[in-house]
């Protein structure tokens, strides 16, 4: 399958470098609005370099894969669906939640399959915690738990177009409670603080939050972020179950543990999501089949909608 | 120093074995409707058995200890104070706020010691982590996360009687909670559902909740309970600093690891808080001094409103 | 039970303290050559003071424990066989296999119960493991590996008499093999070195040591001592099996764990056999019966018999 | 730099997979006695199929990796040293030390890179644990111990021919031994059973094996192998330093834990150490320079000496 590469910047790169590793995919054109950013990952993939437009309408490219800005997702998302391509974008899909469900319309009436970069769920942990809970091992889902904590806050211009931490960062556990709760939520409530950096909070944002969720069979979801972890990137997942628990730890840089006089030591948790000790598989992706009536019914209630009232 | 046990139930014989260990205080009395209870610790403690009156006025008493029914609390607080007893009374102290708050002003005009069965704080590990963050080890505290899970819920005839989960179960926690933020919650939020035991939602109670407080200069705590974990008594404590973070993990009944082809498990946490193998003064208590102005100013946000908006 | 109690030093006092924690045993006399240290315990113990002799003789007393030096165990043993005592007497029992083994005669010809201070078969760790062992958890016994450190060297007067490091600290590693072996072993090989402390080579004994016994079926344990640890008094043992494998961790000090950017610190060891935190009941002990000829055949390969050889 | 492989069996596969993850090498030729086999490898590298002796002679080839049976390995070493190319060897060199030193001449006459298969030294919690070692994180070393074990027994065919348990598993640790002692070892004790598999005892290998070491300073080194472990690929090393100690433990299949009735239960260890989620670099290599002189006089106490005691 050959793809074209929307977006030649940070995050596009890690996904040439993961389309990379796989046998069946290739890059076969790249676009950016920066030529030099362009040429120099078309020179690394052997790829053409194209206007975003002549790529999604090239007969060459089966999918687009979409790392741009979040402002330009909406129009490319469309175009790609008029071009009948298969689409990958990134998160998150847009700003507006009516925007979105607009896109997913697009997306149905296309028949496209589209797919949006909710990683976690591929982290092998995570991952097994989900099909363990499918398999019954723990009973009915009870309460599930999410520590998230990044290793430090990004830098205030990319904040001040982030769509502000619900979006840009608890999103991925929002994703992860729908994920292991096998119910959509039907209340939201949520805090917010700026603590770590107090521009943070002069630019609107907050760099601390906490989400609880509530389910209609009344199960429980309780989420807390802090852009700061001194001790690594912190991916925490519990889930409580009517018979028993599951839950994940951290990936730690190794498993050398040293005992002295103030104890026993381990190593810090792995730094980011993109560490080169990562199994390059965690942050892979695959094609998803055209979205069912069932997915349709449940989208008003849109991951996008969380965390809007804090 | 004299003691006066007022109540020979359940709580009021674990506080009899607390103060059987401690050298400088005694029982020397007893009180309890039930003659034979009362006669029974008596015994064991070579104590005198006296009607509860009595033994508030008996000059051999220098405190009491109150392990009756909660609706008893009250009456028993103001009459110790008349009599300028020390007083250590059991959680929850009464159902009412209102109630609570006299009781508080009653202590202070009266000036006698006072002190309620918060026997966590007590817990080496968490008043571990509550001593590193008082020395500073972890900057300041951002986020409090609270589990607690019990290891079976109580009978449907004590749950008739508990106040709720709120009041019974989660008060230690909401206990905790404001002694690790280092300041007073000024938000509430709680949800509860009934997933444990459709009988417990019958009788009017909820038997699993989540809990978030804010302080007003933003930090967060999230607590969740549930009144069943397969796996013992779960109770730990996570705390997000400004620098770094400190969490307890359960004391689990042994050291032993068995691998196998399943993998390396290790065995449940130790089963209740007077387990024979924990250390007995994580049970102990002593007499705090006469309640401050300031945390007599502090009182209107007492422990008992939380948990009343479920 | 009344317990008459010879040598009222430290492990007097251990063991003085251990009694105090049973209810159906006493003290019922004490003697030591010093009559301060006697009168002290007797004043704490509500016991009588005696000249060993008399002790030894008293009908108020049913059994004697034997916590004076080494080199008197054997008259002390003697003496009590014939006044038909039971007797447990502390390790090492004698310097000489052969002084053991007419202790042993002594023993069987008298018929009373006897019982040395192998307390580590009574750690609940340890003893699940034989425990779980026995009930085939495991299969057959293959590999045993024991890893023991002593916080820091007794002092250089202690070495001086102790009957150096395999007498006086492995001799309960040497136990715990033949507890967990489930066979004698039939081969022996130890290496002993002065790395801790110059003076302690000075003194003709050794710091850091090492045996590997094997067994008639070929079951192997290999053994490791240091008479220091900066981390705490360190205990572990691993059993491999022909089905799985059990090992025992320390006990912790806490279980709260600090993330920064060093890593994760959990608290050091518990400090030592007698810390304040270990349930009494580990040091507790009882009286066997009577050995049998079965025993009595295994005795000429005696524990005391190890580490003769380096 | 060009590669010729000889040998395109099970362990010239896995080199060949490491190579072609590193960008500055390739495969230019292969060589087996199997034409079919060469041929399918040499399909997958897109190397030539050459002769041994053509692809040694080949200038096309810098250095050559040898993964042939091990009683070739002699010829091939010296056929390579004579044609000046850098060399790597699949351990063991040969099942006669005197064979190997042999070798170790021709090198040095030669004056060529020369390394042999000791990856475990490019574990990264093995190497970290020395390079921590060497910064004297832990003072002077005083015992390492080593577990190792197989999940399961090779093949009896494969035993046949392996060299038996210490040259052709345990020469692993022997090496890990030396690059953690600092310290060449002075004494060696080696027991073994056959205790996992009667054939591999009738075959006269064992399956069970116990080696202490004993370097001149009085370091010691116990070592334990296994053939067989339920729970995975057992490696697990710790050194006990004058001031601290380090340990490794066992990569998990991943870090979810299940609580239960019985306990919590972690995965077990990954499978085997070309487990596709261990990182490609622990398996890689690099041409070590010429040996110096220091090293050649300490080659008479070869690695391969060990063992051959037993």
């Known amino acids: 399958m050959k793809i074209g590469l929307l977006g030649c910047g940070r995050i596009g790169r890690v996904h040439a470098r993961s389309v990379g590793q796989l046998d069946s995919v290739a890059i076969a054109a790249v676009a950016d609005t920066s030529a ?27 999918a687009v894969l979409i790392g741009t800005p979040t402002n330009t997702h909406y129009d490319l998302i469309h175009a790609a669906c008029k071009a009948r391509k298969a689409i990958f974008c990134e998160k998150p899909i847009d700003m507006s939640a009516d925007r979105i469900r607009d896109c997913v319309w697009a997306v149905e009436d296309a028949g496209v399959p589209f797919m949006t970069a ?19 091992e723990i009973g009915s889902v009870e309460i599930v738990t999410i520590l998230s ?71 429980i979801c309780q ?33 050398v543990e040293m005992a002295s006089a103030s104890g026993f030591r381990k190593a810090p948790a792995q730094h980011f999501f993109w560490s080169a000790t990562r199994p390059p598989t965690a942050l892979g992706w695959r094609i998803l089949p055209k979205p069912s009536q069932a997915v349709r019914n449940r989208l008003p209630i849109s991951t996008m909608d969380y965390g809007l009232k804090c």
Chains 1, 2, 3, 4 share one sequence.
């Open 223 to 255: 989420i807390s972020n802090s852009r700061r972890a001194t001790y690594g990137y912190d991916q925490r997942i519990e889930v409580h179950g009517s018979k028993d628990m599951l839950r994940a730890e951290n990936v730690l840089e190794n498993t």
């Open 36 to 62: 030099a950013s362009a040429q120099e990952l078309a020179g690394e993939t052997d790829a053409q370099v194209m206007s975003a437009a002549a790529l999604i309408a090239s007969p060459e490219v089966d």
């Open 118 to 136: 909710f990683n976690r769920r591929f982290d092998p942990n995570f991952s097994q915690i989900q099909s363990r809970i499918t398999r019954g």
């Open 149 to 219: 904590r990044d290793p430090a806050p990004p830098s205030l211009e990319y904040i001040a177009t982030s769509g502000g931490l619900f979006r840009d960062m608890m999103i991925h556990d929002l994703d992860m409670a729908r994920f292991l709760l096998g119910e959509e939520p039907t209340s939201v409530f949520a805090v917010g603080s700026s603590l770590v950096d107090p521009e943070i909070g002069n630019a609107g944002d907050i760099d601390t939050g906490a989400v609880t969720l509530t389910t209609a069979t009344g199960k």
